[in-house]
């Protein structure tokens, strides 16, 4: 079994920065790509930003400049710091990792998700 459990969501005003967080447990052999996703009323899951084994990093246009994604390999853990947050960045986040459990292979795993609101 594996467990992704994030945190570090809320309410925040324009302008203002959040930091998520996003923690893996359970039988795990390795973790390759880890990354974040979200999702606003009536739209699409989409990417956010991703971050490789080797630390290299893409996001979306979108967030470029404002968002920096992170990775503590130590902890099993991604970070997501979120600058000047936008009311368009409010959506649930999700975290995604690819992770290799003992005597399998590689699959991808999502946390449970956690509110961004961005609002005054």
């Known amino acids: 079994q594996v467990q992704l459990v994030e945190s570090g969501g809320g309410l925040v005003q324009p302008g203002g920065s959040l930091r998520l967080s996003c923690a893996a447990s359970?039988?795990?052999?390795?973790?390759?790509?880890m990354g974040w996703y979200r999702q606003a009323p009536g739209k699409q899951r989409e990417l956010v930003a991703t971050?490789?084994?080797?630390?290299?990093?893409n996001y979306a246009d979108s967030v470029k400049g404002r968002f920096t994604i992170s990775r503590d390999n130590t902890k099993k853990t991604v970070y997501l710091q979120m600058n000047s947050l936008k009311p368009e960045d409010t959506a649930v986040y999700y975290c995604?990792?690819?992770?290799?459990?003992?005597?399998?292979?590689?699959?991808?795993?999502w946390g449970q998700g956690t509110q961004v609101t961005v609002s005054s």
């Open positions: 971050i490789s084994s080797s630390r290299s990093t």
């Open positions: 995604n990792m690819r992770i290799r459990r003992v005597g399998f292979n590689e699959a991808d795993y």
């Open positions: 359970g039988s795990i052999f390795s973790i390759n790509a």
